[in-house]
């Protein structure tokens, strides 16, 4: 079995964190290996930044996917780790060269972009997976399958949340790289909270119940002076199905870190899941509270073929994403006809990318409009 | 010390779960005896009743307050346990005979109601303390005395919560009392999990952070069929200094018993607790996280004087709310100038119930007006 | 049905804990009330204490059992709450005038004595238990139920630990109390940590268990210098099946406050408690984990008899000491002959008191020999 | 910064799970590649699971030193994953061919063997470091740390475990081929269950605490019938400053993965950590708990420097083993002389490999004489 070949886009800048996250994810499976980059917006620094990965560097994405198209260099897919607003437009350009691609999220700017990127994938059936990181975690596929199993019954009620505490201060101000972008409507779009984590906690709500949301009431407050964005981000939703879904979301929690989670309450029981403690997945049914282990052997084949070790030895982040790139690699090969690859998991794509561009749009909307009701 | 003599009224129906509670939580301490009682609204029962409890029986609480007044017999002060529509007129009648009174709470069915009975005891100062168990945990106070020390800062949001599922299914049909009293408007009001459990998520965001709760946004919501009154009950709601409270209650959560607590963020820290781990409260500055345990002596004596056991031996509900009964007990003698007696806390009393009731009423009416924010 | 009639042994110095906890334990029941104490040794100061108490006084526990004898008053038990050197005479009187015992433990200070008692509350058949509060705990008591029912198979092995921190300076210097007589060989007896929390782990080893520890090779350190009994208590035991026991106890573990617990590992599966989240009991038979929660119904009548909230709201220790009184009032009533009394649970009495003696004596004697195994 | 090239030995059998946990370790940091290997014993089997494995395949160890020392390829050092029984002959000569080694534990099967190993390891100064994988958790680091820099004062008392369930019941008899070995003495020494895992009991006991354990008194059980070796493991040890160990592990302790963790209490404060919840680090130093976290900015440079995200997102199982590749990385660039390269942290090598083979023959020979204290 060949090693698959990925390309990069972005992760070159100094203190980039999501390259190396990436890089990482992508290298813990021996099947793939990352062979080239356009790591950087300025051309020499691109090189350079290529060079110091020690991949073979292009000076700006459009001329890496030329070189693909001419027949230059092979790639597999392409994973985009730029920030928010420069999502689109290498997006765009790999799906229309008929390039798989793995994109950080939120997915766009706008709704308009999400859906353009979404017409363009599955007229060309181009696979296409976004990073929501979390949902690789085996308990969050777990969940999902549970739900899908009916065996909590109907889903009466979502909550879902995402606390963290580092912006609480105006560290923007500081010159902190992390904090400079995502607070900067040119580069992160109409919000800051909700766009960063509040699509994770609203992920989390539909992807793992498998309802959309179809209206909001939202709530959000920049409690932060001078900051133009939203740092705290509350929304009430209705489900397709009637249930209600209670997502939140703030930056100014001191010492919360990436306290992600849901809980979905069914007609016949209860899920809860923490990403802190992401290898556990606590089931209520009624009198006993479960704690499921991943590994132990109750896992359905299409969470199991994910695993790498038995339980009691956790992944955690890093094989998280690992997994998200696991399941491109597995629609790649199905694709090329490859034998023996097991059944992808149906990870966000761009279907889920268009749904959290629209409730990012409508909580905004709503807020403004004093917490109305809007449709997505 | 002689022991204060408490009657009761209400509380002595076949599995009336309170009253024997308040027994209890009466006699736990020394210093306190129940004597006598009006136990159930028929009389011969009601007579009945308190023979099996050992105490001097009244055929109403008309007679048991007439025989204070009459001098056949010294009460200090009166608990009320009764179901929410047998509150008001108990109430009334005890304070308008300057007799001290510890209620069950939702003060009243009606704001109006709470805002006559906090009229009378104002005027005639008689103490009267509304039995929200959950704030005579220590931790509860001591999270109400760091915030008001500005441990945390000025406080930004509050997340307060009650989750059950004992009302996932229709228990009232089966002919269980709890569930038949507490989901009839007649006998319980305009909100079932709202008035139940949404009001000691109320008093846990506002008493413990000391802010008001001003306007609110709201969806309730009835999920088992036939019920007539809400069984999910979600708030959004601002505070007087601009924070935002989230305010949640459901009684469809399977598997779930008494969860409830809060979180709440400062400009300078964090603190959460839960009701079913009370012993503990989460303290979090930045770094680290701590756990505060009662009883070590980090508590200021307005706490400290309430503890029973040092640390690691816990004291839960039975205490939490004997705590109550030693806050009125405080104000009782300390009014009839007893001396060398600690400073009561300021636990819940007429101004919390007349809050309540307006925080029941404007969710009631936002969830009707499709969340429009309504004014307490 | 009237109220059993309760005198207290000891209890009435200053700042004696214990006496207050055990007031409160018979109190929170109303079926039982304390009504006369011999308080202290000196006979001044006992009846001063009892004037406090606001009970009937006497100034030595011989007056007390010799009022009860000439019928000048009537008594149907009496707890014994002395420091460990004062168990044995009260109690031996006690039961030699049939007056059955509630007797704090360690049940005395030689296994001489602890046999004499046993054999004088046999022949005599007065009931008599001894105040292991722990196993009060209706967890712990389920922990026991699960295990005759052979819920895990045959049991293989054990671990019970009890570890303190309050002691890892020389605090009975300081005149503090508790600490100074627990440390002092002619109130303690042979064993500090042993004898004051040693045994607690080993009755969760034994009394859970179902099971006899027939040897011991043993290690007690004095991590504190100055002090002359063992600080630090390590046991190996094997069971009379063949099990190992691992019993250790410390009082120097910084921070820690009452953490005693317990893991029994069957052919089956394992529980697992903690004393300081005493609501909960682990269960463990492979895939999932399991917490039951005391009160769901779970539990059988043996030990939801006990119970007085459902699920959610918890009991802990001063409930867990009154169920030690619920056991010893039903073993009264039962032997008076009253109808529809709930069976009593077979809390630890004279035997488990023979067996903690000797168990504490083996592993000083043990530890002594450089951990020779040494017959209990 | 070139890569290092890494060649494996053994790693190559049908489910060996090692083989991919250290593949997966070395290429999760981009600072090194796994080239070469000789995967198994059978020659031809060997280059077929090389050939598998993507990288030059060798049809035994001998043949790839060879290869090293001819220049044939470069290897910059070797990592060893056979079973026990295969440890001692490929690392000597890899040590004698001056190539570094990073090797699984325990080091050998005897004393003498890994007592020659320590001897040419250092006579040649050739880095070695063991695959105590649990030490490369950054909270165990911290810990080391902590104790090392007086935090917790004189270290008193240790208690370290690992308890496992998947042994409880003759599994070996199966054809589980991990099962198989382990309990076999010809492959993995004169203990399964102490060689296996109260090595690493052992290794948190003292690698954490900087203390020696001079000598000890154990029981070794064999529960599960047929079984030759030890499936259970208890020693009571004394350390080189009078402090206490108690090193426990079983491996019938059903439910129970990979419990392991290990308490560490000194004169100003205690230590407690978790393998199954590793990202944390519990102090305690009196009236609170504080719980620290990887990545907040609390630990010093020595730890920081092998974090790969900050607080909140959750390292691991591999991230721990791959911080040991890392320690070996660093010490093999300062040994060539390259700059800037950090500080390797002091994880286990040699030493602590002889005193981890002492530990267990001392331990079965106490055993063996009922328990008698018996010097390392």
Same mark, same amino acid.
């Given at each position: 079995?060949? +090693?698959?070949?990925?390309?990069?886009?972005?992760?070159?800048?100094?203190?980039?964190?999501?390259?190396?996250?990436?890089?990482?994810? %992508?290298?813990?499976?021996?099947?793939?290996?990352?062979? @080239?980059?356009?790591?950087?917006?300025?051309?020499?620094?691109?090189?350079?930044?290529? #060079?110091?990965?020690? %991949?073979?560097?292009?000076?700006?994405?459009?001329?890496?996917?030329?070189?693909?198209?001419?027949?230059?260099?092979?790639?597999?897919?392409?994973?985009?780790?730029?920030?928010n607003?420069?999502?689109?437009?290498?997006?765009?350009?790999? &799906?229309?060269?008929? %390039?798989?691609?793995?994109?950080?999220k939120p997915m766009t700017?706008?709704?308009?972009?999400?859906?353009?990127?979404?017409?363009?994938?599955?007229?060309?059936?181009?696979?296409?997976?976004?990073?929501? !990181?979390?949902?690789?975690?085996?308990?969050?596929?777990?969940?999902?399958?549970?739900?899908?199993?009916?065996?909590?019954?109907?889903?009466?009620?979502?909550?879902?949340?995402?606390?963290?505490?580092?912006?609480?201060?105006?560290?923007? +101000?500081?010159? =902190? =790289?992390?904090?400079?972008?995502?607070?900067?409507?040119?580069?992160?779009g109409?919000?800051?909270?909700?766009g960063?984590?509040?699509t994770?906690?609203?992920?989390?709500?539909?992807?793992?119940?498998?309802? @959309?949301?179809? #209206?909001? /009431?939202?709530?959000?407050?920049? *409690?932060?002076?001078?900051?133009?964005?939203?740092?705290?981000?509350?929304?009430?939703?209705?489900?397709?199905?009637?249930?209600?879904? %209670?997502?939140?979301?703030?930056?100014?929690?001191?010492?919360?870190?990436?306290?992600?989670? *849901?809980?979905?309450?069914?007609? #016949?029981?209860?899920?809860?899941?923490?990403?802190?403690?992401?290898?556990?997945?606590?089931?209520?049914?009624?009198?006993?509270?479960? !704690?499921?282990?991943?590994?132990?052997?109750?896992?359905?084949?299409?969470?199991? /073929?994910?695993?790498?070790?038995?339980?009691? $030895? $956790?992944?955690?982040?890093?094989?998280?994403?690992?997994?998200? $790139?696991? !399941?491109?690699?597995?629609?790649?090969?199905?694709?090329?006809?490859?034998?023996?690859?097991?059944?992808?998991?149906? $990870?966000?794509?761009?279907?889920?990318?268009?749904?959290g561009m #629209?409730?990012v749009?409508?909580?905004?909307?709503?807020?403004?409009?004093?917490?109305?009701?809007?449709? &997505?």
């Amino acid at each position: 079995m060949a +090693k698959l070949r990925v390309g990069m886009i972005g992760g070159g800048g100094p203190g980039n964190f999501f390259g190396m996250v990436h890089t990482r994810a %992508i290298s813990i499976d021996a099947s793939r290996e990352l062979v @080239a980059g356009a790591l950087r917006s300025d051309a020499k620094a691109a090189l350079r930044a290529a #060079k110091d990965y020690g %991949i073979q560097g292009f000076g700006s994405y459009q001329d890496m996917i030329a070189a693909v198209q001419s027949g230059d260099i092979a790639l597999d897919y392409v994973t985009i780790v730029t920030p928010n607003f420069a999502h689109y437009d290498p997006a765009k350009a790999c &799906l229309q060269a008929g %390039i798989p691609v793995l994109c950080e999220k939120p997915m766009t700017m706008t709704v308009a972009e999400a859906q353009d990127l979404a017409r363009i994938a599955k007229r060309k059936k181009v696979p296409f997976v976004l990073a929501h !990181t979390y949902t690789g975690h085996p308990m969050m596929m777990m969940a999902k399958e549970m739900v899908r199993n009916g065996d909590i019954g109907e889903v009466r009620k979502v909550e879902a949340w995402y606390n963290q505490g580092w912006l609480a201060t105006d560290l923007e +101000k500081s010159g =902190q =790289q992390q904090a400079a972008w995502r607070t900067d409507p040119k580069r992160t779009g109409i919000s800051n909270c909700g766009g960063d984590i509040g699509t994770h906690a609203f992920v989390a709500a539909t992807w793992v119940s498998g309802l @959309a949301v179809k #209206k909001v /009431s939202a709530r959000l407050n920049t *409690f932060v002076k001078g900051r133009v964005l939203d740092d705290d981000f509350n929304v009430i939703g209705e489900m397709e199905n009637g249930a209600t879904a %209670i997502i939140t979301a703030t930056q100014i929690a001191i010492g919360y870190k990436n306290d992600n989670g *849901f809980r979905i309450y069914g007609t #016949k029981g209860s899920l809860e899941w923490h990403q802190e403690a992401a290898e556990k997945l606590l089931v209520r049914r009624g009198e006993h509270d479960e !704690t499921y282990w991943i590994g132990t052997g109750v896992e359905p084949e299409s969470v199991g /073929s994910y695993l790498r070790v038995p339980a009691g $030895h $956790h992944e955690d982040f890093f094989e998280a994403l690992a997994n998200l $790139h696991t !399941t491109i690699e597995r629609l790649i090969r199905k694709k090329n006809g490859e034998k023996g690859v097991p059944e992808a998991f149906d $990870h966000p794509g761009v279907d889920e990318g268009v749904a959290g561009m #629209k409730f990012v749009k409508a909580a905004v909307e709503s807020s403004k409009k004093k917490g109305a009701w809007t449709r &997505l």
